[in-house]
C-alpha cells in the first residue's frame, strides 16, 4: 500500500541553524511528491513538489528537497532557519489518477531564539 | 486570483447531529478534494469531486457524502456526528483540464475546525 514515513515527529533547532526534514515515501509507481507547511490553526501551504527531472527542486521560503529514488527519500532541507519556519511540516505523494494525496505524520519544527 | 475559502471557521455540535461543510474552489479549478485532518495526524483523503460527481473516496463510512456544484464549489455533510468526527478539515481545489503534473498540485483552504461534544 502507499504510505509515507516522516520519522521525526517533533524536531527543534536554533536560529540560524541548518535544517533537514526527512520523508520516506512508499509507491510503486513514479512519485509525484509535495511538501507542505501548516502554521498553526491554518490550512496547508505548499513548499515544493517534484514530478520528474532534476532531483534537487527548489521551492519557496528558501526550500530544497531531493528526491533519492534509491531510497525512497524526499527531504527537505534549508541552510539557515529563520523564526518563522516554527510550524508544522508533512510530505505527501499523489496517487495518481484519482489523485489523491497521501501524508506523513507530520513533522513539528520549533525554533530556539 | 481568488484562493480556496470554507465555511465555517469554527463549529461545535452534538453527538449525533448532522453537518454541512462549504468549500469554494480557487478560480478556474474543477476538481475539490476533501481531508479530515484529525489533532496531531496528517490530513487523511475523504473523497473528491469532479464535474459534480464522487471520483475517489477514502476509508470513509457512507454518512460522509458530498455535493460538488455548477460552479465547482463543494459540501461536505456528515450524518450522525461521533466524537471521533472532531477534526480540521480541509478542502482542496485542483483541475483536471490538462495532462501537465502541474494540474496535480492541490491548493489547501484554510479549514473548519469541527468539535463534537
Known amino acids: 500500500a502507499q504510505s509515507v514515513t516522516q520519522p521525526d515527529i517533533h524536531i527543534t533547532v536554533s536560529e540560524g541553524a541548518s535544517l533537514e526534514l526527512r520523508c520516506n515515501y512508499s509507491?510503486?509507481?513514479?512519485?509525484?511528491l509535495f511538501w507542505y507547511v501548516q502554521s498553526p490553526g491554518q490550512g496547508l501551504q505548499l513548499l515544493l513538489k517534484?514530478?520528474?527531472?532534476?532531483?534537487l527542486v527548489q521551492g519557496i521560503k528558501g526550500f530544497e528537497a531531493e528526491f533519492k529514488r534509491s531510497q525512497s527519500s524526499f527531504n527537505l532541507r534549508k541552510p539557515s532557519v529563520h523564526w518563522s519556519d516554527a510550524a508544522e511540516y508533512f510530505c505527501?505523494?499523489?496517487?495518481?489518477?484519482?489523485?489523491?494525496?497521501?501524508f506523513g505524520q507530520g513533522t513539528r519544527l520549533t525554533i530556539n531564539p | 486570483e481568488t484562493g480556496v475559502t470554507q465555511s465555517p471557521t469554527h463549529l461545535i455540535k452534538t453527538r449525533g447531529q448532522q453537518v454541512t461543510l462549504r468549500c469554494s474552489s480557487q478560480?478556474?479549478?474543477?476538481?475539490v478534494s476533501w481531508y479530515q485532518q484529525a489533532l496531531g495526524q496528517g490530513p487523511q483523503f475523504i473523497f473528491q469531486?469532479?464535474?459534480?460527481?464522487?471520483?475517489g473516496r477514502g476509508n470513509f463510512p457512507p454518512r460522509f457524502s458530498g455535493l460538488q456544484f455548477p460552479n465547482y464549489s463543494s459540501e461536505l455533510n456528515v450524518n450522525a456526528l461521533e466524537l471521533d468526527d472532531s477534526a480540521l478539515y480541509l478542502c482542496?481545489?485542483?483541475?483536471?483540464?490538462?495532462?501537465?503534473?502541474?494540474?496535480?498540485?492541490?491548493?489547501f483552504g484554510p479549514g473548519t475546525r469541527l468539535t463534537v461534544t
Open positions: 509507491y510503486g509507481a513514479t512519485p509525484y
Open positions: 469531486y469532479y464535474r459534480e460527481e464522487e471520483n
Open positions: 478560480s478556474g479549478h474543477n476538481t
Open positions: 482542496a481545489s485542483s483541475t483536471r483540464r490538462t495532462l501537465s503534473p502541474n494540474s496535480y498540485e492541490q491548493y
Open positions: 517534484y514530478f520528474s527531472g532534476d532531483t
Open positions: 505527501a505523494v499523489l496517487l495518481q489518477g484519482v489523485q489523491k494525496l497521501v
